[in-house]
């Protein structure tokens, strides 16, 4: 499978709502701390908002909602991926995409056959605190020589400046979050985000 090379990560629907139009093909949806049912309204607007706009969206960690709700992709963390009901996944049809910050956590990865992986933090990140020192771009490409035609998702710390180099070590795609929804003008720099990636060599 391919992936989009623009990988958006927000935190709700409304998020999706507001930059899904301008033309972003890939989203996960990271919800935190909120009950069930709000998580499930969450999943199923957000399911439906990118249904409209041509956007394939990836629940992270809630699997079960996942599946109950219909939607085709989702991504989870170590942890959760321990706790995971893997058979029930594939059995759903849905795809999967996991963390990893270390060897063993890359190990753990592979043996679940996923669809893609992640690898991060690659730079610094503020979005949350990490037992993990910064990956650096050359751990982008010793991952990718182990993953072969796994797709690899960069994420932590990226910003648009930074793609180039990502890219350039072979990452497939490159997750934002705080670059842009902490940013002043959040749809302009998406629309930064969005023909950066499509210039790379990967689009």
């Known amino acids: 499978m391919t992936l989009d090379p623009f990988y958006l990560i927000v935190d709700d629907a409304v998020w999706i709502k507001r930059l899904a139009p301008l033309g972003v093909k890939l989203v996960q949806l990271r919800v935190k701390d909120r ?19 041509g956007c394939q969206l990836i629940v992270n960690d809630y699997w ?8 085709d992709f989702i991504h989870l963390g170590q942890e959760d991926l321990a706790a995971a009901d893997l058979d029930a996944i594939r059995a759903a049809g849905l795809k999967l995409g996991l963390s990893t910050h270390d060897e063993a956590e890359l190990q753990t990865a592979l043996a679940a056959k996923p669809d893609y992986i992640a690898l991060g933090p690659i730079y ?58 902490r940013n002043r003008d959040p749809e302009a720099r998406t629309l930064e985000w969005i023909g950066a990636t499509r210039r790379s060599p990967l689009a």
Do not use: N, Y
């Open 35 to 53: 009950a069930p049912s709000e998580i499930r309204t969450e999943i199923r607007e957000s399911k439906a908002i990118c249904a409209a706009h």
């Open 124 to 181: 610094p990140t503020i979005l949350k605190a990490m037992p993990w020192a910064p990956q650096g771009l050359e751990r982008i490409g010793q991952w990718k020589a182990r993953i072969g035609d796994i797709p690899l998702v960069a994420i932590g710390g990226l910003s648009v400046e930074r793609l180039a180099g990502v890219f350039a070590h072979g990452a497939d795609s490159a997750a934002v979050v705080t670059d842009i929804t």
């Open 64 to 71: 079960q909602l996942a599946i109950e709700e219909g939607c």
